[in-house]
Nanobody, 123 residues
Framework: QVQLVESGGGLVQAGGSLRLSCAAS????????MGWFRQAPGKEREFVAD????????FYTDSVKGRFTISRDNAKNTVYLQMNSLKPEDTAVYYC????????????????WGQGTQVTVSS
């Protein structure tokens, strides 16, 4: 079956960096666009970043542009999220997800989800 497994979360001070990884199995990884979402306590899950199947196109929500970078390695079936200049408001559980359709910021467009990894940014 399809599995997406996130790692790399943790506790970091404001201004610090983390790199999240999401290892995929059970699907043809290079056929899927991949996204990162996050969910803070008491809030809805929100779109963070997306990358096309080839890696040629990337998209970001405005609040992370210039600070976060999404990338992928199709040979390793892995997608990454490099997070720099972290802020307390970035604190959330981060999820990776896979889509077959076109780029979308909607959770309903993604077929498969990981279990999430906690990112906590202290002030």
């Amino acid at each position: 079956q399809v599995q997406l497994v996130e790692s790399g979360g943790g506790l970091v001070q404001a201004g610090g960096s983390l790199r999240l990884s999401c290892a995929a199995s059970g699907l043809i990884f290079s056929a899927y666009g991949m996204g990162w979402f996050r969910q803070a306590p008491g809030k809805e899950r929100e779109f963070v970043a997306d990358i096309s199947w080839s890696g040629g196109s990337t998209f970001y929500t405005d609040s992370v542009k210039g600070r976060f970078t999404i990338s992928r390695d199709n040979a390793k079936n892995t997608v990454y999220l490099q997070m720099n200049s972290l802020k307390p408001e970035d604190t959330a559980v981060y999820y990776c997800a896979a889509r077959r359709g076109p780029y979308s910021t909607s959770t309903s467009s993604y077929s498969y989800w990981g279990q999430g990894t906690q990112v906590t940014v202290s002030s």
